[in-house]
């Protein structure tokens, strides 16, 4: 079955450009997270999703971040004005339920260069 | 706030040799531990959860709560085991219980 789709798969942009990524989870989960990898950082938690509830944004490094999800399904992350800082591999992941004991299925990744 | 440490960035051992990464925590309330394992050009995904007290591909962790470590073992390590290993926490008791606070990651190389 399809697992966790991301695109694009690579993105280079220039510095103080938007850029936005996607993120399709898998069919019929209702929680939604996305991370940020960086060389040496491990996994940065951004932002999660979970149903119609408010979303958990306690991650995003500033407000040039910003991330929806419509429909429940498809999500959006957006970075406005990207700095070279935030060159990383930006991970989603889906799970069927937000509970704890729910494991998260992970998406590939896209991998933003910013030059 | 809730935080987990991976010591070492990189580990590597010889195939068939014993290996254990390890993993400590931090943590305000009732923690659940998990081991996730990224293999090349291969997503993340979960190796093993220490609620379910699972061995996955030989794989072992016990959650040792006086330590507060979750320690990753293997008595024979093989060469497929080559990957980069997270250990990651989740806090059920608190607000944040939703997210999962991840380590920075060991990679681990078992060598021929």
């Known amino acids: 079955g399809a697992g966790v789709s991301q695109s694009p798969s690579n993105k280079v942009t220039e510095k103080g450009k938007d850029v936005e990524l996607r993120c399709d989870p898998i069919?019929?989960?209702?929680?939604l997270y996305w991370y940020r990898q960086s060389l040496g950082q491990g996994l940065e938690f951004l932002i999660y999703?979970?149903?119609?509830?408010?979303?958990?944004k306690s991650g995003l490094p500033s407000d040039r971040f910003s991330a929806e999800r419509t429909g429940g399904s498809v999500s959006t992350l957006t970075i406005q004005r990207t700095q070279q800082e935030d060159s990383a591999v930006y991970l989603c992941a889906s799970s069927p339920r937000g509970s704890y004991n729910s494991p998260l299925h992970f998406g590939n990744g896209t991998r933003l260069t910013v030059t | 706030a809730q935080r987990v440490t991976q010591p070492e960035k990189l580990l590597s051992v010889f195939k068939g040799a014993p290996v254990e990464l390890k993993c400590n925590y931090s943590y305000s309330g009732s923690p659940e531990l998990f081991w996730y394992v990224q293999y090349s050009r291969q997503r993340l995904q979960l190796l093993l959860r220490h609620i379910s007290r699972e061995s996955i591909k030989g794989f072992t962790a016990d959650l040792n709560k006086g330590e507060t470590s979750f320690h990753l073992k293997k008595p024979f390590a093989q060469e497929e085991d080559s990957a980069m290993y997270y250990c990651a926490l989740r806090d059920i008791s608190s607000g944040s219980a939703r997210q999962l606070t991840f380590g920075s990651g060991t990679q681990l190389t078992v060598l021929p």
């Open positions: 999703f979970q149903g119609n509830s408010a979303p958990d």
């Open positions: 069919s019929g989960h209702t929680a």
